[in-house]
């Protein structure tokens, strides 16, 4: 009787962890399949990116071939087109020959990370200045502000950031632009703006990767974490 019971419970045990089993590698399999939708999703962004920058330069191509620019008058004393510089939005200009979107920034965001930061500002802002209304234009805001922060220059910086926040709609350097800001603004003895920047942050891009930071910072600076904090007055909405 024993050996029979015995044999009863493993039978039961056999019949409950087999399902068991089958779930989590139905589990583990559904996680793998996330991962490469989370992939696939990110490679297709690049992808748009490089496409938008490629259709940018197509579009200067056919505008320059329609309306090639005239010489310039012979006449003395004009005054140069004001620059709006890298921390101001301005309408793109019509790029040099030879010029291109994709390629440009390319070769910005290579020397940034390659540590040659004032080659990557001089070329992030050609970008701005010729494809301003292209979709890694935010980016290239945010890496002369980024470049302005690790230069210490924390003033430029906080206007770069600005203009990121002010002069295009919600981007994938949203959050990490506000955080830099409040980055700099402590680092400039403006706690509380920075303190601001912070539960920004954490109120409306909880799940992104610079919350964390932006909840440790208030931690530092002795202040609660939480979202509840009262609207700064006159701050400025997009």
Known sequence: MQSRFNDAVKQQQDAVTAPVNSVGAKLDQMSEDFRAVRESVLDMNTRMGKLDAKMADLQRTIEIIRNP???PP??????????GGPGSAQTPATPP??????????????DYKGGKYDLAMQEFSDYLKYFGNTQF???????IGDIYYKKQDYESAVQAFDAVLEHYSDNNKTADAHYLKGVCLV???KRDAGAREF????????D?????????????????????????????RR
């Open 69 to 71: 620019p005239a010489a």
């Open 74 to 83: 012979p006449t003395a004393g004009s005054s140069p087109a004001p620059s």
């Open 97 to 110: 020959p030879g010029m291109q979107a994709e390629t440009t920034y390319t070769n910005a965001f290579r």
């Open 137 to 143: 234009a935010p980016n290239a805001q945010f890496y």
């Open 187 to 189: 680092a400039m003895g």
């Open 199 to 206: 539960r920004e942050v954490n109120s409306r891009y909880p």
């Open 208 to 236: 992104a990767e610079v919350a964390a930071q932006a909840r440790a910072r208030l931690k530092e600076l002795g202040l609660p974490t939480g979202t509840a904090a009262p609207a700064s007055k006159g701050r400025k």
